[in-house]
């Protein structure tokens, strides 16, 4: 059964602070590992793709991945309340496309 | 350019009845994907669409559920004899390639209230 682990949270970070999000995955042969981010009543929306061992910068969000040690992980650098969400991390893991999506990191940004 | 339509966005339905879903994808994208959100639950799979290749539909709960697609585009989920256990968030996605290299893109989803 190829899993993908996240912790639930909720995770509380003061705002301007950095959020550090973890997934862990099952899977050695996956290859794509994407994050999403859902807000309570909406549909996940994309925030990061990762495919190569390293880190990878966009705005404010860098996505880290760590294929030897099986974890992706998601930073958050200057928190704002409106980052308030459910962060849900992805990962594929074979050739037809089929993601397992982790049960998601409740995150709280507090004023 | 615009994004996964799906529709309704609300269906409220009396126990019993069948309901259908409908899930326009994003002009190009290949592939298409059913999700089933509970309240306060993570994603569940049920169907996954590639191309003209059969589709994946392990995700399915019962033969209760069914979907197509028609013409690699629009797809219709459908739920028989709806139960209560049925009410969810019925979120649609599609990506460009069925590869698994592609995010998937969500539509805004159906939520579905079985009285």
């Known amino acids: 059964q190829k899993e993908v682990e996240q912790n639930s949270g909720p995770l509380s970070v003061p705002e301007g602070a950095i959020a550090s999000l973890n997934c862990t995955y099952s899977?050695?042969?996956?290859?794509?590992f994407f994050w999403y981010r859902q807000y309570s009543g909406k549909s996940p929306e994309l925030i990061m793709s990762i495919y190569s061992n390293g880190d990878k910068e966009d705005g404010r969000f860098t996505a880290q991945l760590n294929k030897a040690s099986q974890y992706v992980s998601l930073l958050i650098r200057d928190s704002q309340p409106s980052d308030s969400a459910t962060y849900l991390c992805?990962?594929?893991?074979?050739?037809?496309?089929?993601?397992?999506f982790g049960a998601g990191t409740q995150v709280v940004v507090t004023p | 350019g615009a994004g996964v339509s799906q529709s309704p966005s609300n269906k409220v339905t009396e126990k019993g009845k069948d309901v259908e879903l409908r899930c326009d994808p994003i002009?190009?994208?290949?592939?298409l994907y059913w999700y089933r959100q509970s309240l306060g639950q993570g994603l569940e799979f049920l169907i996954y669409f590639q191309g003209n290749s059969a589709p994946d539909k392990s995700g399915l709960p019962s033969d209760r559920f069914s979907a197509e697609r028609t013409g690699g585009s629009v797809s219709t989920l459908t739920i028989q004899r709806t139960q209560q256990e049925d009410s969810a968030v019925y979120l649609c996605a599609s990506s460009l390639a069925g590869d698994g290299n592609q995010p998937q893109h969500f539509g805004d989803g159906t939520r579905l209230s079985i009285l």
């Open positions: 899977d050695r042969g996956s290859q794509s």
């Open positions: 992805a990962v594929n893991s074979d050739s037809w496309g089929k993601f397992q």
């Open positions: 002009s190009g994208h290949t592939a």
